[in-house]
């Protein structure tokens, strides 16, 4: 057992002392608070996660989890009120957070309040609650190839005439006419190129510009709402998970680019252009990662998709994408950031190569992955997060919860460098065991 507790027997038992009645004294999610500012709570809860990336024992092991939509079904929410109605939304996941008390807590604004935004811009690449799914359907990716396999060097050459004149017009419904511009990068001079202005006056141009003056509105909202959201949770005494996110080069080809059987294909058919692109893709997915520093709060959350076992062999692993990958960890860690990277399926195949970056500067969570194999591998480089299975949580019991929570503080805590998480969202998880996984890491997963 690597952790210390006050005592073995469990998350219902509770050391008890003489209480001095001046002092105000409440219970926290089995934690004993001595009358903290949220100030006092947020800094003593920083501090633990940061001693648990930097490899170190904090006073307890951390419990960071990702609430998906989690907050709406167990306030009597729809998925689809909590993406459109802000005020719903805050006002069910600060209860929620207030209530279960993670260590950092999620914002779910920029990833979950999207309706507005997204049928305003007529999105394509999603189905949303509402909007092509049921109410209380969580958002589904529409995979598809919105870039031509002939269509790298068009990318290459300009990626910005790309997305704008021709990338959006396949994904954004309602920048269609954009395809009707033509390139504006020679727009340089009162003679050369003025009259290409000429083509904003088509009627269809209109109102696409139109549509992204509203579009722009509702981003303007969701800023201020993010905003507003973060405020109010460090006023609670809970500091925000993640100022910002960023992503996997080679999973931009795949995931929004060419999709993966195209991605796939391309391997094999035009690898020089694969390089080429993630290595433009690179500088851009770094740019964006390093913004979280800028917004003080300096971790960032990263995705990770198609580099894992099933998708590619070691070979096309070593070649295609974990290169750029590497160099996006040390660029954020050299940036001054926090990178938190979610392996989002099996990657035990790969846990030696992955090992390969700066000693307690990430965070590694895995859906999958086998944890105490991962301890074995990576134990001594970066922190591990994860992985109670949400089989466990949507159809178990509070007793399997917590039987598995104890093998993983026992073996992958000792010593620590650990975070308790699922091991992926909570949408549909039952109350009782999330409660049991939160009660119980907080009163065994003692290190003091």
Request: charged share 30%; net charge negative; hydrophobic share 40%.
């Amino acid at each position: 057992m690597p952790a210390k507790r006050r005592k073995a027997e469990g998350p219902e038992t509770r050391r008890e002392g003489p209480r001095d009645p001046t002092v105000l004294e409440w219970m926290i999610g089995g934690e004993r608070m001595r009358n903290k500012t949220p100030e006092e709570l947020c800094q003593e809860r920083e501090k633990r996660v940061n001693d648990a990336v930097q490899l170190n024992e904090p006073d307890r092991v951390p419990i960071v989890p990702m609430f998906g939509y989690f907050p709406a079904f167990y306030k009597g929410l729809s998925i689809q009120e909590s993406m459109y109605d802000y005020g719903k939304m805050k006002s069910a996941w600060i209860a929620v957070i207030q209530e279960f008390e993670p260590d950092l807590a999620e914002n779910p604004v920029n990833i979950r309040f999207l309706g507005s935004v997204l049928e305003t811009l007529d999105y394509k690449q999603l189905r949303w609650a509402g909007h092509g799914l049921d109410s209380n359907a969580s958002y589904q990716y529409v995979e598809g190839e919105y870039m031509k396999a002939e269509e790298y060097s068009r990318f290459l050459d300009d990626p910005t005439d790309f997305v704008l004149r021709t990338y959006w017009p396949r994904v954004f419904g309602c920048f269609k006419a954009f395809e009707k511009l033509p390139p504006l990068h020679d727009i340089l001079s009162y003679y050369l190129g003025l009259a290409k202005f000429a083509f904003f006056d088509h009627e269809a141009v209109l109102e696409a510009l139109q549509a992204l003056t509203k579009a722009a509105k509702e981003a303007t909202k969701m800023i201020q709402n993010a905003t507003d959201f973060n405020e109010s949770l460090k006023k609670s005494g809970f500091p925000p998970q993640y100022g910002g996110m960023s992503h996997a080069p080679f999973d931009t080809i795949s995931d929004f680019m060419r999709g993966t059987r195209g991605a796939m294909l391309d391997m094999y058919r035009q690898p020089d252009r694969i390089l080429e692109t993630v290595e433009k893709l690179l500088p851009m997915h770094l740019q964006m990662g390093l913004a979280a520093k800028a917004r003080g709060i300096p971790r960032v959350f990263i995705p990770l998709h198609k580099g894992l076992d099933g998708f590619m062999s070691i070979e096309q692993f070593k070649k295609f994408w974990w290169p750029t990958v590497k160099r996006l960890i040390e660029g954020l860690i050299d940036g001054g950031c926090t990178p938190f990277l979610f392996w989002e399926g099996d990657v035990e195949s790969r846990l030696e190569i992955i090992g390969d970056i700066p000693r307690g500067k990430a965070v590694y969570s895995f859906e999958r992955t086998d944890m105490f194999r991962a301890k074995e591998v990576l134990g001594d480089t970066v922190c591990l997060k994860g992985n109670v299975p949400l089989s466990i949580l949507s159809t178990g019991i509070p007793e399997d919860v917590r039987s598995f929570c104890k093998k993983l503080i026992d073996k992958v805590a000792k010593g620590g460098g650990f975070i308790m998480d699922s091991s992926t969202v909570l949408d549909e998880a039952k109350p009782e065991n999330i409660k049991a996984m939160f009660e119980f890491t907080k009163e065994y997963g003692q290190y003091t």
